[in-house]
Each structure stands twice: as structure tokens, then as C-alpha cells.
């Protein structure tokens, strides 16, 4: 019997602990609500980003200048009313029609006052929130006149890592040209538009390939095109490193000299595709010395190459300078 009475002592007292615990909660939930409550019901000021949208370009004009995507509004208003901003639920914007926008004739530039739309804001923010200001407050639009080019097309290529391998046979682009519009500050100064990087294998067989033009290079320069791809045709071939001794050619000699160089041949070391080594020719090469380049200071002449076949490259000459003996001529 004690130990019945015991154990319901024991429950009823865990029972008011429990109940205690219980009150105590409500309480500080009570208290935390009525906490937020009251903060809310304060006034505060914050920042918000308002986006900005930007629709039709001006007649026969281009945009140079960078526009914002966005404006900092400082607004201030209830927590209440903050609160949906924050939460992301309200997300005001303003639209900036550019055909509108009066340029002066003399200048290229017009100002846009954010302040014009502080009304459109404040309708979208409602009457609870209050627009103290707009960051930046303004903006400056540049434009230029838009104008047409016709310019040249400059393919650019990756080759193999191997040497050995090079551009054998003359490209060929169709179109060779295209017509391009934009800003006419841009637009005169471009002599050619690249394309995008064409990577070309060893021993690649002449092919047609579709090539774009480069897309960041025409957005860089606010650029536009109707041809936004060409077609290109090249071949690489395996090359080999070849040489000849060519005999050294001497021009402008004085009326009343002679002159001897040596030695009187030099070394052409060169490039050359191995398909094309039966084309060559010992007489296709032609290296001078220029005796309007004599000088007492200086006992040699500068060897230069003045003719050569358009199939080879990376040519070079040894020596690059001769000597020569002047003697005047009998009379």
C-alpha cells in the first residue's frame, strides 16, 4: 500500500513539472510574438535594387555607353511593409523606352533623370513604402550613328605543334568579304574581321570547313553582320628543311669601281612542303648586296633576299653580311 501511494506522489509531481514547463513556454512564445510584433510596427529606412529594363534602340543610332542593369532605391516603411521587398515577393522595375530619348543634333549624348520615374516606383511600391531617393540619379547615353562596311575576313588558325607541318596550299574564304554595321567611330577603323579559331590536324586533307566569325570581337565592338559564318578551304602538308647556295648579286656599283664580296655564295636554308621539292628551282632565288649601302666604318655588306618562291617559309640566310674589295677601275 506505501508503495501504491508512493508512485502517485510521483506522477502528480512530475505532472506539475511538466505543467510549469508547459505555461512557461506559452509564455516566451507569447512574449517572442509580441516582440515581433512591436518591431515590425517600427518605421526604417533600407536599400533595395529596383531593375531596369531598356526597350528600342534610337532611329538609325547606337548605344556606346555601358547602361545599368539596376538603381538603388532608398526607401523607408513599416517592417511590415519591408518585409515582402525583402522576402523577394514585390519586385518593382522601371522601363526605359530609347527611342524616346531626344539627342541633341551637335552632341552624341543624352542625360536620362531616374527622378522622371520616381512616380512609376512609388505607384508599385504602394502607399506604405516611401521613396527617399534614387543612386545613381542619373545616367549619360552616348550613341553614334550606325553605318555600313565592307571589310575583309581574316581566318584565324592553330596549327599542329609538329614543324614539320604547315599551311601547304593557299586558303580560300568564301566570302572573301562581308558586310558589316555598327557605330561609325568603330566601323572606319576596321580593315578586317576575324573569325573564331579554327584548329587545323597534321596532314589534314584539303577540306571545306563552316567557320564563324568571332563572336566577342563583333560584341566587343558593338558589331552586326547578316553573314555570321564563312566557309573556308586549306591543306597541310609535311614539310621539310632544305638548302641551297645561291651566288650573291651585286647592285648600284659606282661608275668608277669594282667590287668583290665573299665569299660570293651564300647558304638559303628554308622550309618547304615535301610535295613541292620537284618545283624547285635554283634560279627561282635571288640575294643581293647594295653597294649604295657602302660604308668605310663598316667592312661588309648586308645580304638581302629579294626574290624567292611563294611555297617555301622560314627562310634564312648564312652569312647575313659579306665582305668585299674595292678597286677603282683603270682608265
Request: proline share 5%.
Amino acid at each position: 500500500m506505501n508503495r501504491l501511494f508512493s508512485n502517485l506522489k510521483d506522477k502528480f509531481s512530475k505532472a506539475s513539472v511538466n505543467k510549469k514547463l508547459y505555461v512557461f513556454l506559452v509564455c516566451v512564445l507569447i512574449s517572442t510574438l509580441y516582440w515581433i510584433v512591436t518591431i515590425l510596427g517600427n518605421t526604417y529606412e533600407t536599400n533595395m535594387n529596383i531593375e531596369v529594363t531598356y526597350q528600342n534602340q534610337p532611329k538609325n543610332k547606337i548605344i556606346l555607353s555601358e547602361l545599368p542593369n539596376d538603381i538603388n532605391a532608398h526607401i523607408s516603411g513599416s517592417g511590415y511593409s519591408l518585409l515582402f521587398y525583402s522576402l523577394g515577393l514585390v519586385t518593382p522595375e522601371v522601363k526605359i523606352d530609347l527611342s524616346k530619348i531626344q539627342m541633341n543634333k551637335s552632341e552624341s549624348s543624352s542625360t536620362v533623370n531616374y527622378s522622371n520615374f520616381k512616380q512609376s516606383i512609388e505607384a508599385q511600391l504602394g502607399s506604405r513604402i516611401h521613396l527617399l531617393s534614387l543612386t545613381p540619379s542619373n545616367i549619360e547615353i552616348i550613341t553614334d550613328n550606325i553605318t555600313e562596311k565592307l571589310v575583309k575576313i581574316e581566318p584565324v588558325f592553330e596549327f599542329s605543334d609538329n614543324k614539320q607541318f604547315q599551311l601547304s596550299e593557299l586558303i580560300q574564304i568564301e566570302p572573301q568579304k562581308i558586310k558589316i554595321s555598327g557605330p561609325k567611330s568603330i566601323v572606319d577603323t576596321i580593315q578586317e574581321i576575324p573569325t573564331e579559331l579554327v584548329r587545323i590536324q597534321n596532314n589534314q586533307p584539303a577540306k571545306e570547313i563552316e567557320v564563324k566569325i568571332d563572336p566577342i570581337f563583333m560584341k566587343s565592338k558593338k558589331l552586326m553582320t547578316e553573314d555570321p559564318s564563312i566557309k573556308i578551304r586549306a591543306k597541310i602538308d609535311k614539310y621539310t628543311e632544305y638548302t641551297l647556295k645561291v651566288p650573291v648579286m651585286i647592285t648600284n656599283i659606282p661608275n668608277d669601281i669594282e667590287i668583290s664580296v665573299f665569299p660570293n655564295q651564300v647558304e638559303i636554308k628554308f622550309m618547304i612542303s615535301i610535295g613541292k621539292l620537284s618545283m624547285l628551282k635554283k634560279e627561282d632565288f635571288l640575294v643581293l648586296v647594295d653597294c649604295s649601302e657602302l660604308n668605310i666604318q663598316y667592312k661588309k655588306l648586308k645580304v638581302n633576299i629579294e626574290k624567292y618562291p611563294p611555297f617555301v617559309t622560314s627562310i634564312s640566310i648564312n652569312p647575313a653580311k659579306v665582305e668585299y674589295v674595292l678597286r677603282k677601275k683603270d682608265r
